[in-house]
């Protein structure tokens, strides 16, 4: 059974940081891409970032890049995603989702396991 557990994510001040964790089971995490999607209160989900099987390629939305970094431990069957400089405009709903592809997509249609959200506030 897929399963896909986010965490890490709270309440931080503009310009501080979080790590939000996407724990996998049911399949081997290093064998398919993870996207990482948000979704703020009245907006639709938008794409955050993706990392794909081959070579571990990265993606980002372009807005960004610099600040937000994808990364992967197989051993542990998880991704992370780090956060820095972060803006209120990044408080949203963050979720893991796979696709069981190798390959990335920034479309939410193209994954069919998601986990349940985790929630960032950048506030002061």
């Known amino acids: 059974q897929v399963q896909l557990v986010e965490s890490g994510g709270g309440l931080v001040q503009p310009g501080g940081s979080l790590r939000l964790s996407c724990a996998a089971s049911g399949f081997t995490l290093a064998d398919y891409a993870i996207g990482w999607f948000r979704q703020a209160p009245g907006k639709e989900r938008e794409g955050v970032s993706c990392?794909?099987?081959?070579?571990?390629?990265?993606y980002y939305k372009d807005s960004l890049k610099g600040r937000f970094t994808i990364s992967r431990d197989n051993a542990k069957n998880t991704v992370y995603l780090q956060m820095n400089s972060l803006d209120p405009e990044d408080t949203a709903v963050y979720y893991c989702?796979?696709?069981?592809?190798?390959?990335?997509?920034?479309?939410?249609?193209?994954?069919?396991?998601w986990g349940q959200g985790t929630q960032v506030t950048v506030s002061s």
């Open positions: 989702a796979t696709g069981l592809k190798y390959y990335c997509s920034g479309y939410g249609w193209d994954y069919e396991y």
């Open positions: 990392i794909s099987t081959s070579h571990g390629s990265a």
